[in-house]
């Protein structure tokens, strides 16, 4: 079956430094990959995908590639915000069951002044 | 537009009682999805609908039951609830066509006492 595995936290970061969340898959097929940020407080938010092998997803300076070699798919910001402190989770649809989605367990990320 | 709206954001109820948790999306989204979020585990999928009429089991069903008679609606019955469904509820929607991601609803806080 499908399955998402990221790096454990929390990761404490100040602000302006270079985050890396690791994120590693098992799937069938070829998976499209995700990430979801979650604010206190609210909702899952998209924040990148890629559809297919190396694909670069970005958004608001957050940057993933999908490496189909070492099926990883990790998540990168050169300076990050107080702002950006949140739980990401990164996720994976594939195949006949691409109406599903299959998460990893979330990394909290606090950014300190 | 309002995007998926979940009510109520917060509930408690006593052990045994039903309940039923609405969800809406004004999308025209085929495909729609109930998951619950518990700490350290990440996001584990209750049922899901790729169309009006057509609903399944995801990973944890047990406790719960779903139906799809419109596009829109979506709702999670609890049938008696239990402590263990003490958690965090959120819908998502997407279209049936593509790689995109789901749009996630705000939540529903549900304590079980």
């Known amino acids: 079956g499908n399955s998402v595995t990221q790096m454990e936290g929390p990761v404490t970061l100040s602000e302006e430094a270079f985050l890396t969340i690791n994120c590693t898959y098992t799937?069938?097929?070829?998976?499209?990959l995700f990430w979801y940020v979650q604010y206190p407080g609210e909702g899952l938010q998209l924040l990148l995908k890629?559809?297919?092998?190396?694909d670069k997803g970005s958004n608001k300076g957050f940057e993933a590639t999908y490496r189909k070699e070492t099926t990883s798919f990790h998540l990168e910001k050169g300076s990050v915000q107080v702002s950006d402190s949140a739980v990401y989770f990164c996720?994976?649809?594939?195949?006949?069951?691409?109406?599903?989605?299959?998460f990893g367990k979330g990394t909290l990320l606090t950014v300190n002044p | 537009n309002a995007g998926v709206t979940q009510t109520p954001k917060f509930q408690v109820l006593k052990t045994g009682q039903s309940m039923t948790l609405q969800c809406a999306q004004d999308?025209?989204?085929?495909?729609m999805s109930w998951y619950r979020q518990d700490p350290g585990m990440g996001l584990r999928l209750i049922h899901y609908?790729?169309?009006?009429?057509?609903?399944d089991q995801g990973e944890v069903p047990n406790g719960y039951n779903v139906s799809r008679s419109t596009t829109e609606d979506f709702p999670l019955r609890l049938l008696s609830a239990a402590p263990s469904q003490t958690s965090v509820y959120f819908c998502?929607?997407?279209?049936?066509?593509?790689?995109?991601?789901?749009?996630f609803g705000s939540g529903t806080r549900l304590t079980v006492v």
């Open positions: 998502a929607s997407r279209e049936n066509r593509g790689s995109h991601g789901y749009t």
């Open positions: 799937a069938t097929g070829y998976p499209s």
């Open positions: 890629a559809t297919k092998a190396d």
């Open positions: 996720a994976l649809s594939s195949g006949g069951s691409n109406y599903k989605l299959t």
């Open positions: 999308m025209n989204h085929e495909y």
């Open positions: 609908s790729v169309g009006a009429g057509i609903t």
